[in-house]
DNA sequence: TGCGGCGCTGCATACGTAGTCATGGCATAG
DNA sequence: CTATGCCATGACTACGTATGCAGCGCCGCA
């Protein structure tokens, strides 16, 4: 491979003079100038950032954990993301904590010399995190935060978003509702919960425990969850998956039980992935403004790369009720809504 | 940040002596080791693989170039293929060609010298692939091919997977058969195109130039696409999309209009992806041996790397009809199957 | 006891670039 | 005409690691 220097000799310069070049340096002559970049795409040379990050001991190259990239969702977070860091001149490093442990993933990173990491599936206990921040490694946590750890942060309002979805199926009258949680470990999960639980308690809804099941964020466990909460008597007359490929599952376990949605069941999802709007599911859900978040986590990464000791900052953005067509009161709905409401509800209230 | 100098310094012992600890050099003794990697672990210590990088020439990095990274052929593609860079200590460099050209994309990836690159959706006339090959840069193409171009090369048999579709739709008595093509400059839409067109013609059955509609693998505009086809009069019985995610847009078209599939329309797709087999599209389509696929590619780079003098490699993976729901004999099928069986098919067998 | 050999360690250097400091040329001001 | 200063350029060095080569001590064999 050539190197500056090769340029250099053939130019008849030095090699400051073709690192001048390469870097926009205002005081080379434009002859100069010319006479370099002639020889350089004469002969195909490539700068070698390797040998650049020695020197400056910057990459260009952002690592972004992953945790599924199987999951709709993290593609769509990959691109913005992605197109975000271009903006800045970045590059993505991107690793699927699916394959290997996260801990291993960030020290590879960190390895690399990677300017910063952005984590966009942090569990609540994640030591990586714990330590990274510690350490002052710039690193952003994208869509989950680390309990306990001070660092720069965006999420959605994931405890809004679970409360509309909450009223909403209260307002349609269900009273029976089932909940798909995700990783029990992930502050989007919690939070979610913690969310749509606090509703239902404020109306003087109960939600039994039998019909809260783990779903793990993962489709097939959410399918096979579904089914068991199908066969139950009485089934719930809405389910609420805590994101929307685990609805994707609900809804297509209820095909395979012929179960009606909405008129036999209602489901609810989490995210908005670009397939909820499909004709197939037009699922009602809760929309997360993907962009901006992306966005704002790269602008909070680049921030802090340029100043380490400006304090962590958190920003929550937020949600939206998308109501589509898996969502409708529930079967004989009308009488039992009227007799909830003369009884427990008004009672409650 | 903490050098191995530092951590030799603090060891009383060389920095060659780190740098041989790291690197499990066989010749040093159990008692020097373990109180180096002692020093380590109280610090904290990581190696600058930069530096390394910049003194072995080589990265661990290989980039990997994706066109759409929102169709969810290419996460499948990209897990399988990180799990098995995985396996060889690499790791992925991912590109999306959707934010910037190719060409910024692969000559940003050799400024960060990475080890290879793997072009997962290069274009039949991509200059990009054609002079990276030319410099004897390890590369491999997974997927798609490119015209012309003396390279390592893996992938699926796809005439082979048309044919098998021309047939069973012909097989199932369908003549008014709609094409939806992908982008037209790649290797996998023309080369499926090619291998349904020649069974068609084979047997006599003509392909109406005005059903055969590009999709560019798009799904919008495939969508888009297939309402124009159902508002044909007739409209076609069965409409061939040459990707699962153009089908998945021409099963929501369906949906959307009201047409019946399979009653009306018949649909087929080819990739197999995951969601293929839900409930929700139960689409017969083509199987693509993903797995095998990503894993022979990185094996072909690996070699290449460590062998840069081998003739180039092709592989192509055997491809399978994959029947499911959304297939079946047009309506009327029974009558005019036969006349067209006992003139058309006859005449041109 | 002497010498060769082996096992362990350290010294010095190279990798390709960016940046610091020095140099020489030229113009402008005194 | 000289002094000052700026501009364009170049020599030199550092970045952190790996590696070739040298050194040193110890063991075994003659």
């Given at each position: 491979m050539l190197t500056s220097s090769d340029i250099a000799r053939e130019a008849g310069v030095s090699q400051t003079t073709v690192s001048r070049v390469l870097n926009d340096d205002p005081r080379v002559t434009k002859e100069t100038r010319q006479r370099v970049i002639d020889v350089i795409d004469r002969h195909g040379y490539t700068p070698n950032a390797i040998a650049r990050g020695l020197v400056t001991s910057r990459t260009s190259l952002v690592g972004?954990?992953?945790?599924?990239?199987?999951n709709p969702f993290y593609p769509e977070l990959l691109e913005a993301i992605g197109s975000q860091l271009a903006a800045y001149g970045l590059r993505m490093l991107v690793a699927d904590t699916a394959s290997q442990p996260e801990e291993v993933h960030a020290r590879l990173l960190v390895e690399h010399r990677v300017d910063g990491i952005v984590f966009t599936s942090a569990l609540l206990d994640s030591q990586t995190v714990a330590?990274?921040?510690?350490?002052?490694?710039?690193?952003?946590?994208?869509?989950?935060?680390?309990?306990?750890?001070?660092?720069?942060?965006?999420?959605?309002?994931?405890?809004?978003?679970?409360?509309?979805?909450?009223?909403?199926?209260?307002?349609l009258g269900h009273e029976r509702i089932a909940v798909v949680t995700g990783n029990e470990k992930s502050s989007t999960s919690r939070d979610r919960y913690a969310g749509f639980v606090a509703v239902l308690e404020e109306a003087g809804v109960g939600l039994d425990p039998t019909l809260v099941r783990t779903g793990d964020y993962d489709y097939e466990r959410a399918h096979a969850t579904t089914v068991e909460l199908l066969e139950l008597t009485p089934p719930p007359t809405a389910i609420f998956c805590l994101n929307d490929v685990m609805a994707f599952a609900t809804l297509n376990a209820c095909r395979r039980l012929r179960v009606g949605v909405p008129e036999e069941v209602s489901v609810v999802g989490f995210d908005d992935i670009r397939a909820s709007s499909y004709e197939a599911y037009e699922l009602t859900t809760v929309r997360q403004p993907l962009g901006e978040l992306a966005r704002t986590a790269v602008d909070l990464l680049a921030e802090r790369v340029a100043a380490p000791d400006v304090p962590p900052r958190s920003l929550v953005f937020p949600s939206r009720l998308i109501r589509r067509k898996t969502t409708a009161p529930p079967r004989r709905a009308i009488r039992r809504r009227t007799v909830a409401q003369a009884d427990g509800r008004r009672a409650n209230g």
């Open positions: 972004v954990l992953i945790s599924d990239i199987m330590s990274l921040a510690a350490r002052r490694f710039p690193i952003v946590l994208a869509n989950r935060y680390v309990d306990g750890v001070e660092c720069d942060t965006v999420t959605t309002d994931n405890g809004g978003g679970a409360k509309a979805v909450a009223e909403h199926l209260l307002e």
